[in-house]
């Protein structure tokens, strides 16, 4: 094993210009051990720190301290169309899907993410969408939601911390949920012109759909705090989600507000 000084030196002559060969042949090291250094394999000052600091930034493992504004965005993503996966070496991966027409939604998500937890997210690429990822052993941590079974299939109710982040930042939960799997779409209203011809009326609604009667309650809870008036009506037709609950936001000043809060999706 090298010291210290060793590998210090070699990341030292790096920034000086020379190569990865030069820097072996003048610290009497391999290529294969300075590259390892410098691709932060092994030894790397900065990826040493990280991994001391693996648990350090959980709230509940240790003292780390929560963004609650990215954190209530990503929770509500993580709702509406997130799930968690255990890889390898029991760390856990959050995926959270969007369509790929939405690059800006995507960098949002990504932002977000890596505001929560110190890592770096990566992207799976999917016919038509992608899924925006991060590894962490801490994910079920802060999502205690998380379990076995679809979403649905099980009680999803938020810790009393949870909520008081919810209730804090309602505009990015609500942004979240409906950056991930809401909608803004227009409604038109067939209308008839006073010399009989036909027109129709048109005026903009956001919908959020959801199976799981908890989340959908988390989603009004945060309507209700933030005074935007809301319909719900059960799909009772359209596959794979007949018989899921749709919240509907159509009244012209509560859509205005979703329109503050949400903002354009692109």
């Avoid at 932002?111 to 770096?120: G, R, S, W």
């Avoid at 925006?132 to 939601?145: D, T, Y």
Wanted: glycine content about 6%; some cysteine; overall charge positive.
């Amino acid at each position: 094993m090298y010291s210290r000084t060793i590998v210090d030196e070699t990341f030292q002559l790096k920034a000086q210009g020379l190569t990865d060969r030069e820097i072996a042949a003048r610290c009497g090291v391999s290529i294969y051990a300075v590259r390892h250094w410098r691709y932060g394999r092994r030894r790397n000052p900065e990826t040493e720190a990280r991994r001391a600091d693996r648990t350090m930034y959980c709230p509940k493992c240790s003292d780390g301290k929560l963004n609650h504004e990215a954190y209530a965005y990503l929770l509500g993503a993580y709702l509406g169309d997130g799930h968690i996966t255990l890889g390898r070496r029991d760390v856990y991966v959050l995926w959270i899907h969007y369509d790929n027409k939405y690059p800006q939604l995507i960098s949002y998500c990504t932002a977000a993410m890596e505001a929560v937890f110190p890592i770096k997210s990566f992207k799976a690429k999917r016919p038509g969408s992608v899924a925006i990822k991060g590894a962490s052993k801490h994910w079920p941590c802060i999502f205690p939601q998380h379990g076995p079974g679809h979403k649905h299939s099980r009680s999803i109710v938020l810790e009393p911390w949870q909520q008081e982040i919810a209730d804090e930042q309602s505009e990015a939960l609500i942004r979240g949920f409906i950056h991930s799997d809401g909608c803004r779409a227009i409604n038109r209203i067939p209308k008839r012109r006073p010399d009989g011809g036909a027109t129709h009326y048109e005026y903009p609604r956001y919908h959020f759909t959801n199976t799981s009667t908890d989340i959908i309650e988390i989603f009004t809870r945060a309507l209700d705090r933030l005074g935007i008036a809301w319909k719900i009506h059960v799909n009772k037709r359209e596959l794979p989600l007949r018989n899921a609950q749709i919240v509907s936001i159509s009244r012209k000043d509560a859509v205005a507000k979703m329109e503050r809060i949400v903002g354009p999706k692109y």
